[in-house]
């Protein structure tokens, strides 16, 4: 990836330099297409419903209706890859590169339909059980053989429950557990060993089906466990000679169970029927209208399917008739895989999309020439975004942003982000540099993906657009945050055909989720805009994403390091827009003393705490608790400014009851903040 991000800086430089005299000649003769006419008025994006709640609704659909399907035939996830196969005349379906420097190779959507069956009827043949008692585990990077199993497991009305890295090998145990899974199908031995390591606390465990081969050592550990190992091949083959019938299943039967990080405790099962993910992928689908994914759309996979915004983004190409081709699963490969593929659709998460900007704009910083350039192209491109006109063919497109396309494959025209906020001079960038149509969604695994996205033809910033059409947005007040929602702010609640079932077999976490009435508290904070869209301005709890879209709980991994001997105080932040963690750190003076007479250190307190052997120290230090203590590392603050003085109720940093007054740490401590962020970029 760095590689990547280095061309992109390097030849943009050059090609901006090569084409200065031909931007100047040729930029009067440049053609441009006609403007976009957007389906809705802009100034009005949403719609009050009446009542006291001052809900708002799609203006895509009337009266306050929920979208519940697009298509009669692509009512449950198994029928889109059939109609997938109708729309695109049996076209390409799932593709990948069969070695590092190949090709991309497809399968067509009847070739996979048929691996489809026939993985479904070999699973019955090893003793699955079909129907909704049924809980398959998948812990294996995307593939075609993730979307086979998947689509195997709907064929018999099974219920897909994705494992991932990120979750950890207890939580995995945790969650076979929790679902009672019988069954886990893994990609290599690396993910089969982990399984097996974890196998004395998962009883009910009884087969593993593994896509690529594994040692013999693995074998022998199966068997000695009690664990059935059957190959991906074996399975299918099996299919083929023991073909049975299917048990489809209806819209309102579970499809998948997502777990999700959270915060603090165990990871929690979001409860996700057929109806749920139709009803938001059609939503998307008709707020897209003409610009939405299509039969000649390829989109490319490397955003883990375990999550549920790059499973949507797959639905949405199934139901039109698109393709998909999967990465390699190397980050430092995705370059090339993009190029090789060409992708026309591109989920993107804000932390890429940032580190491209970024790169791009330290390649023009060194000369006033390119600067220049630079900046005359994004005005005529913002010019031409506010007349509604989206193009990547202009004189500018040409000379000065043709490498950052040629990067992408030099074809995507549609571009959907989400998982964190992305930043508003990002998003303009990028709009112009790529001249694609780049959309903006907001929602939670709890609501699918999406329950707002920007619109088709919409360029301005800072907001994720109305609420789709299969939901209800609504503002309840937070008194203790001083949003009220006769103010148009307060917690975002959400009510639809979105919302999910509830947390597998934990009523008491699904109640606090979910009101008596069906509204969803997502916990985060908006509100309404002049033209009736939506912006996220806080979150009602201390928790926050990161630019990954990974939860961090600020608190739970402030309690971890205060256990060092060195550590007073702590104040630990992190935003979306941003991809780590920073901290300040109050040390504890007698320890930090005691130290630097040890190393020879001098100084008065306010020297020693400038000092950077003291503060490398303290790093070193709580970093080794935070992985004892079992911190992922995104969780590990990266930096850290060491402040001399203790926070007390006096200097405003503490509460009455002597706890953090976190908003008061952030205004007081931003220099701080944002200096460690530039440090580390």
Known sequence: MEDYLQYIGSVMGAAAL??????????????????????????????????????????????????????????????????????????????????????????????????????????????????????????????????????????????????????????????????????????????????????????????????????????????????????????????????????????????????????????????????????????????????????????????????????????????????????????????????TLKPTFIPAVPRLLNRIYDQIQNGVQGSKLKKWIMDMALLSKQAELERHIVTNRSVWDRFVFKPVQESLGGRVRLMVTGSAPLASNVLTFLRCALGCTIIEGYGQTECVAPSTMTLVGDYSVGHVGPPLPCCHIKLVDVPEMEYYAINGQGEICIKGLNVFQGYLKDPVKTAETIDEEGWLHTGDIGMWMENGALRIVDRKKHIFKLAQGEYIAPEKIENIYLTSQYVAQIFVYGESLKACLVGIIVPEERAIRNWCKLNEIEGSWKEICQNEAVKKMILTDITELGKKAGLKSFEQIKDLYLHPELFTIENGLLTPTLKTKRPDCKKVFMPQIDAMYKNLV
């Open 18 to 339: 090569s084409g200065a005299a031909a931007v100047a000649t040729s930029f009067y003769m440049s053609t441009l297409p006609p403007p976009l006419t957007p389906t809705v008025d802009l100034t009005k994006q949403s719609k009050e419903l009446p009542g006291p709640e001052k809900a708002r609704t799609s203006r895509y659909y009337p009266d306050g209706k929920l979208l519940e399907y697009c298509f009669e035939d692509a009512r449950t996830l198994y029928q889109i890859m059939h109609r997938g196969a109708k729309i695109s005349n049996n076209g390409p379906c799932l593709g990948w590169r069969p070695a590092k420097d190949s090709s991309y190779v497809f399968m067509t959507y009847n070739e996979v339909l048929e691996r489809v069956k026939n993985f479904s009827s070999g699973l019955i043949h090893f003793g699955m059980k079909p129907g909704q008692e049924t809980f398959v585990g998948i812990y294996a990077r995307n593939s075609p053989e993730w979307v086979i199993s998947e689509h195997a497991c709907f064929r018999q009305s099974a219920v897909l429950v994705p494992l991932y890295d990120t979750l950890g090998p207890n939580a995995c145990s945790y969650i076979i557990n929790q679902a009672t899974i019988k069954l886990v199908i893994c990609d290599d031995e690396s993910k089969v060993k982990s399984i097996l390591n974890e196998a004395k606390n998962t009883p009910q465990l009884k087969q593993i089906i593994v896509v690529n081969k594994v040692s013999d050592a693995i074998k022998v550990q199966a068997k000695t466990l009690g664990l059935q190992l059957i190959s991906f091949k074996e399975v299918e083959e099996a299919g083929k000679v023991h073909s049975c019938e299917r048990l489809v299943p209806t819209p309102q039967n579970i499809a998948t169970i997502c777990y999700t990080s959270g915060t603090t405790g165990d990871p929690k099962g979001v409860v996700l029927s057929h109806a749920n993910i139709i009803a938001c992928s059609s939503a998307v689908i008709l707020v897209m209208g003409v610009h939405g994914p299509k039969a000649s759309d390829c989109l490319i996979s490397y955003l883990p399917l375990a999550h549920m915004f790059e499973r949507v983004c797959q639905v949405l190409v199934y139901m039109t008739g698109g393709s998909v081709g999967f990465s390699q699963g190397n980050i430092k490969l995705l370059t090339d895989d993009i190029k």
